[in-house]
């Protein structure tokens, strides 16, 4: 189970992300199965410096809602989902 790490004020978590991810694919993954995440490389100023990982938000959806995607981005995190084909 990857850790989850973040300040317990902000809305936000960060998921860092272990081979075969990348934070751009597992993004794309995780939006064809309805959550939107942002890859590490939108706050890295040089793509060569990108840290592997995504950026989750936690402020918007409902809770039962947020907490269903929760689990997804962890079974997707896990291997236990295989998303479509991503190019």
């Given at each position: 189970?990857?850790?989850?790490?973040?300040d317990?004020?902000?809305?936000?978590?960060?998921?860092?992300?272990?081979?075969?991810?990348?934070?751009?694919?597992?993004?794309?993954?995780?939006?064809?199965l309805?959550?939107a995440?942002?890859?590490?490389?939108?706050f890295?100023?040089?793509?060569?410096?990108?840290?592997a990982?995504?950026?989750?938000a936690?402020a918007?959806p409902?809770?039962?809602?947020l907490?269903?995607?929760?689990?997804?981005v962890q079974?997707?995190?896990?291997?236990?989902?295989?998303?479509?084909?991503?190019?």
């Open positions: 189970e990857p850790p989850i790490s973040g317990p004020r902000p809305y936000h978590l960060w998921l860092p992300l272990h081979e075969p991810w990348r934070g751009e694919t597992f993004a794309v993954a995780a939006l064809r309805g959550i995440l942002t890859p590490g490389s939108a890295a100023a040089s793509h060569c410096h990108a840290p990982g995504v950026r989750i936690l918007c409902d809770q039962s809602v907490i269903e995607s929760l689990r997804t079974r997707l995190a896990a291997g236990e989902l295989q998303p479509a084909s991503i190019d």
